[in-house]
């Protein structure tokens, strides 16, 4: 299973790098308080690991929240 999951991460970060590559135009972001101009491949890659931090975070809150509050079984009553 290790093995399985290892080769679908290399296969998207082959996939990552050939987007990057392959769209080197650059990209305008104009916040209110900011302005910048980056490449088509960081934009995605900062988007990605924003997704991937907000993904595990959610992750952890919830499986934290389980923990210190654990469901009584059906059969159970208070």
């Known amino acids: ?37 980056i490449s088509k491949g960081i934009a995605l890659l900062i988007a990605l690991l924003i997704g991937w931090l907000l993904g595990g975070a959610l992750c952890w809150a919830g499986s934290s929240l389980a923990r210190r509050n654990p469901r009584k079984s059906d059969g159970q009553r208070a």
Request: net charge neutral; no cysteine.
């Open 1 to 37: 299973m290790r093995a399985l999951i290892a080769i679908f991460v290399v296969l998207f970060l082959i996939a990552g790098v050939l987007f990057g590559a392959l769209n080197p135009q650059r990209v305008h972001y104009d916040f209110l308080f900011a302005h910048f101009e």
